[in-house]
């Protein structure tokens, strides 16, 4: 079992940054490969960005993709999601999410471990 925390999220205002880590515990996240998603009032769970295990290689999502970067320290058993540039359509609860091998996906369906979520919120 892998227990993930995410943190960091909060209010900020439009063009601001924020930067949200995932907190694994249970098992050494270097055997698994991290997704990010969000769910925004009365919308679905998407896709944000996904990394690999080793963190050689990233994927993001079109409206996001140079804006906002995931990363991770496998030493620390931590994942990150930096936002720049912020826009109010970016305010929505963003997940992390774990995925057993290297190799990512960009479906929901495609994570075995999920963490509860942290509020972003971006003001005009």
């Known amino acids: 079992q892998v227990q993930l925390v995410e943190s960091g999220g909060g209010l900020v205002q439009a063009g601001g940054s924020l930067r949200l880590s995932c907190a694994a515990s249970?098992?050494?996240?270097?055997?698994?490969?991290m997704g990010w998603f969000r769910q925004g009032p009365g919308k679905e769970r998407a896709f944000v960005g996904c990394?690999?295990?080793?963190?050689?290689?990233?994927y993001y999502a079109g409206s996001v993709k140079g804006r906002f970067t995931v990363s991770r320290d496998n030493a620390k058993n931590t994942v990150y999601l930096q936002m720049n540039n912020l826009k109010p359509e970016d305010t929505a609860v963003y997940y992390c999410?774990?995925?057993?091998?290297?190799?990512?996906?960009?479906?929901?369906?495609?994570?075995?471990?999920w963490g509860q979520g942290t509020q972003v919120t971006v003001s005009s």
């Open positions: 990394i690999s295990s080793s963190g050689g290689s990233t």
């Open positions: 999410a774990a995925r057993t091998g290297s190799v990512y996906s960009t479906r929901v369906n495609g994570y075995d471990y």
């Open positions: 249970g098992r050494s996240l270097s055997n698994y490969a």
